[in-house]
């Protein structure tokens, strides 16, 4: 078989796929190469070709070589949700390009700040012509071996692959596009159920109304789709470059769909309450889980240290108090700042908001509850209200963010454009600062303690039966899509706490998503299939679940039931040990950096949520049967 060697287009880190945030790409149906996560912001090409894929929105270039590979690079994950923000392509489609040409460049500082991952795939869409693929940038090289295109596959015993679906009526006459989008209207329950429509470079995105009504099987046995999975409420269908191009006009034509479609905006509408809330937070809190992730790990270097002996001057020790604390006693300006950007505020208001809610001539928060200072006490109507400094709170910025937005928004309808300058932020700012330290504050401190203090209670139940039920349900609720309502929780508990127990009870839990699957695949005979299984398991390790528990066990339900249980084994150790990480954010093996002055502890809670939900996986569930039902 050819072998294909490229230099990376990008410039960053080079990771494998496996490691992207994104099933589609990690389970390498889109094609075989690896990806580069933090790039410079420069795309340049890899080859001498023709462009053949560029979208309006400038997220991702598809590339024929001349030498008859197909290439797309994508840069971002889900980045085509900008609509072209950020992104300044130096070249169209159909243009003849030349190795080392700039072809993109983009902001990943401003994709980031808008809540997208910037790892690029940078993938060989034909890899199937090639048994060897090599990406490499700088002394890195990642290579894939396409073990499907170096073997011939001989006549075997093994079971044939399921019959592709193929509808009732004779499509023989129709084109390959024609063919595919006529069986997706089929089996995704006919024109009614499909409330709006999309795609990306590689993607058909749709919005549905009635999900009982989908075939999933079905549509992923066509031939023609890669792969198909749910994610933030869309019903994504993996068809490839180019070919999504197609598939997507034959499938809007003579409908309403065309042009038509907003599927965030859609996506949104077609979530739960629950959801709404969770996504909100979310878009919240994940801007700044990188600060306090970075914040943990100093915590816990710094805990590893001491708790070996090591002795610190005074002011290597100042330093790293520095480097630990000042996330957490600014954090009201860090939420501030990214819940008024986040509901259309300007963010230098929720910068100067937070900080307000921290400044030195409010008494500490932390003095207060060490009884080293007094509240100042105001009247108001007749109320004496208690002004504090709220270093460390969550839910005050949260709520003083929201209203500082939807208050800017408000005043700019009728104040003129000539004084909207100076009088829109001043009566913005003075309004939300009194209610901010008056009422605001005082009723969602009290709200927080109340909250926060009953979730502490329950995480320290005796013998970890917290740890076992959160342990057990995590990941149910990761399914769900409302997870990210724990962003607030934990960041809430290292600010209060310095520590993060739900950290600990989780990782179990998601590891335990991993030992399912690698059980799957160990009892798996078809090598298709089990190379797939194995290229979903190891994000598992890194702290993603989403491609096993959507490529594997959730289709198959019972591993995922048996995850679950380990899951919920793990956590109950995790509670009844009362292990807790100095950070959050990463878990499994990244999150190794947040125990290092527990790491035996850490290493048993992850042990067991692997070995629990693989041996009950193992012993009690043969996917060869299951296949065969």
Not at 161 to 168: G, I, S, V, Y
Not at 482 to 502: I, M, R
Not at 583 to 588: A, D, F, K, Q
Request: aromatic share 8%.
């Amino acid at each position: 078989m050819k072998e294909i060697r490229l230099d990376s287009p990008l410039n960053g880190q080079l990771i494998e796929l496996k490691d992207v945030k994104d099933p589609a790409f990690a389970s390498g149906a889109m094609g075989k190469g690896a990806a580069v996560k933090n790039p410079d912001g420069k795309v340049y090409s890899p080859v001498d070709g023709e462009v053949t894929v560029l979208f309006d929105t400038k997220h991702a270039i598809g590339i024929h070589a001349d030498n008859g590979a197909d290439i797309l690079i994508h840069v971002g994950i889900d980045t085509v949700q900008l609509g072209g923000k950020f992104f300044d392509a130096k070249i169209a489609q159909g243009d003849r390009v030349k190795r080392g040409q700039l072809l993109l460049e983009f902001d990943p500082e401003g994709i980031k700040g808008a809540g997208y991952d910037t790892t690029t795939p940078v993938l060989v869409t034909n890899a199937f012509e090639y048994g060897k693929v090599t990406v490499a940038l700088g002394d890195k090289e990642i290579t894939t071996v396409n073990e499907e295109a170096a073997e011939e596959a001989p006549a075997s015993s093994e079971p044939a692959a399921e019959t592709p679906a193929e509808p009732e009526e004779d499509l023989s006459g129709l084109s390959k596009e024609e063919r595919v989008a006529k069986l997706i209207w089929k089996y995704v329950g006919g024109r009614e159920n499909v409330r709006s429509a999309e795609h990306c470079a590689t993607r058909l995105r749709l919005i549905i109304v009635d999900k009982t009504k989908l075939n999933e099987k079905a549509i992923e046995n066509i031939d023609g789709v890669k792969g198909q999975f749910f994610a933030a409420a869309q019903y994504q269908i993996i068809l490839g470059t180019g070919f999504v191009d197609k598939v997507y006009d034959v499938f809007v034509a003579g409908t309403d769909l065309a042009g038509a479609s907003n599927n965030k905006a859609e996506a949104y509408a077609q979530m739960s309450v629950a959801q709404k809330i969770s996504r909100t937070l979310g878009d919240v809190f994940v801007p700044i889980i990188p600060v306090l992730v970075a914040t943990g790990l100093f915590m816990g270097l710094r805990g590893a240290c001491l708790s070996m002996g090591v002795q610190f001057s005074d002011n290597v020790l100042r330093m790293s108090q520095i480097l630990t604390d000042t996330a957490f006693a600014f954090l009201p300006a860090l939420v501030c700042w990214s819940t008024t950007k986040r509901f259309g505020g300007t963010p230098v208001i929720g910068i100067v908001l937070g900080l307000m809610l921290v400044a030195p001539q409010l008494p500490n928060a932390y003095a207060i509850a060490a009884g080293q200072a007094q509240p100042i006490m105001m009247d108001i109507f007749g109320l004496s209200v208690p002004v504090v400094g709220y270093q460390g709170s969550v839910l005050p910025a949260l709520v003083l963010g929201i209203f500082a937005a939807k208050l800017q928004k408000w005043l700019k309808t009728f104040i003129p454009d000539v004084i909207d300058l100076i009088v829109t932020p001043f009566l913005t700012l003075f309004i939300s600062m009194i209610l901010g330290l008056l009422i605001v504050g005082p009723i969602m401190h009290w709200i927080e303690l109340a909250v926060f203090g009953a979730i502490q209670t329950f995480l320290a139940l005796p013998y970890g039966v917290g740890g076992f039920i959160v342990g057990g349900l995590h990941q149910v609720i990761v399914v769900f899509g409302v997870h990210h309502v724990f962003n607030a929780l934990e960041v809430q508990l290292l600010a209060s706490t310095g520590v993060d127990p739900f950290n600990a009870i989780i990782t179990g839990a998601i590891i335990a998503q991993g030992g399912a699957a690698a059980a799957v695949a160990a009892r798996t005979k078809n090598k298709k299939k089990r190379a797939l299984y194995i290229s979903s398991i190891v994000p598992a390790f890194l702290g993603i679940t989403e491609p096993v528990i959507f490529g594997i066990n959730l289709r198959l339900m019972k591993p995922f039931l048996y995850a679950l249980a380990g899951g919920a084994c793990a956590g109950g150790i995790a509670g009844f040990l009362h292990l807790a990480g100095t950070g959050m954010g990463i878990t499994v093996l990244p999150g190794t950096l947040l125990y290092l002055d527990h790491l035996p502890q850490y290493i048993l809670v992850n042990v067991v949520g692997f070995a629990v939900a693989f041996a009950l996986t193992f012993t009690l569930f043969n996917p060869e049967k299951e296949d065969e039902q």
